[in-house]
């Protein structure tokens, strides 16, 4: 069984420039969340993904978007890059949508100059 | 507002000391309480839910709802319980995510 894994580990980008991370859930897990954790706090709900709709969204501007495909992967994509989008963004599993248990990937550390 | 506080930052004990990890929360609803724990260099990982009343790793969970907390707690630390600890409340009306706390520190001296 394979975890979740995210790519990029690290990331370094510029104020208005654009980025996408990308996801892949455990396997057999058809619901993906989004995380941001910025330095010295808890992670963060950005949104989530069912079946590849969204399904349910957290107090995060549209320019934070989101796609989840046929097989389960995802990708969190960020427009017009502001330095506090600096963070570390994480991606989690879960077996269902009503399953309430988490697995989460390793994150994605995102640097924005 | 959900809001879910740890008011500590940080925690310091001796290893073989009890160690106490406070967590508050105010919802609307019947949140599912859930703790999780990243240990160094690991990825965030599930420690317990308060369903399934199970102690793992050595460490219980008492919810209160009359005092709307969720404590974690362990009567003897070890080293390798060093870790950040995030309580979680889940409440599936609030569109089935997790809220974290901010975290504690947990550092479990030799």
């Known amino acids: 069984e394979t975890g979740v894994t995210q790519s990029p580990t690290h990331l370094i980008k510029t104020r208005g420039q654009q980025v996408t991370l990308r996801c892949s859930s455990q396997?057999?897990?058809?619901?993906v969340s989004w995380y941001q954790q910025a330095l010295g706090q808890g992670p963060q709900f950005i949104f989530q993904?069912?079946?590849?709709?969204?399904?349910g969204r957290g107090n995060f501007p549209p320019r934070f978007s989101g796609l989840q495909f046929p097989n389960y992967s995802s990708e969190l994509n960020v427009n017009a890059l502001e330095l506090d989008d600096s963070a570390l963004y994480l991606c989690?599993?879960?077996?269902?949508?009503?399953?309430?248990?988490?697995?989460f990937g390793p994150g994605t550390r995102l640097l924005v100059l | 507002a959900q809001r879910v506080t740890q008011p500590e930052k940080l925690l310091s004990v001796f290893k073989g000391a009890p160690v106490e990890l406070k967590c508050n929360y105010s919802?609307?609803?019947?949140?599912?309480l859930f703790w999780y724990v990243q240990y160094s260099r690991q990825r965030l990982q599930l420690l317990l839910r308060?369903?399934s009343r199970e102690s793992i790793k050595g460490f219980t969970a008492d919810l209160n709802k009359g005092e709307t907390s969720f404590h974690l707690k362990k009567p003897f630390a070890q080293e390798e319980d060093s870790a950040m600890y995030y309580c979680?409340?889940?409440?599936?009306?609030?569109?089935?995510?997790?809220?974290f706390g901010g975290g504690t520190r947990v550092l479990v001296k030799p």
């Open positions: 308060h369903i």
């Open positions: 979680a409340p889940h409440l599936k009306a609030a569109g089935n995510k997790l809220t």
């Open positions: 919802y609307s609803g019947s949140p599912e």
């Open positions: 993904y069912y079946r590849e709709e969204e399904n």
């Open positions: 396997s057999g897990h058809n619901t």
């Open positions: 989690a599993s879960s077996l269902k949508l009503q399953e309430e248990t988490q697995y």
